[in-house]
């Protein structure tokens, strides 16, 4: 996969994705992208392009049997 192409995305969790969060991670690099944020949640891209969601509380994860 070249530079900057990924498919792979992951979470960051945070009792409260904040404003100030929010500003923390833009200052580190963090890119906002083009997915209109709610209340609870952002997607971001990371300097290489891959997103990622700042999130106010953990999803649980899906059942094995999810894709089957």
Not at 8 to 36: H, I
Not at 37 to 62: Q, T, Y
Request: charged share 25%; glycine share 6%; net charge negative.
């Amino acid at each position: 996969m070249a530079h900057g192409e990924s498919n792979q995305r992951s979470y960051r969790q945070n009792p409260r994705p904040s404003s100030a969060e929010l500003e923390r991670l833009v200052a580190l690099g963090a890119q906002k992208t083009d997915v209109v944020p709610s209340g609870s949640w952002h997607v971001l891209a990371d300097p290489d392009g891959n997103k990622f969601c700042l999130m106010a509380k953990r999803i649980p994860a899906e059942p094995e049997d999810f894709h089957d």
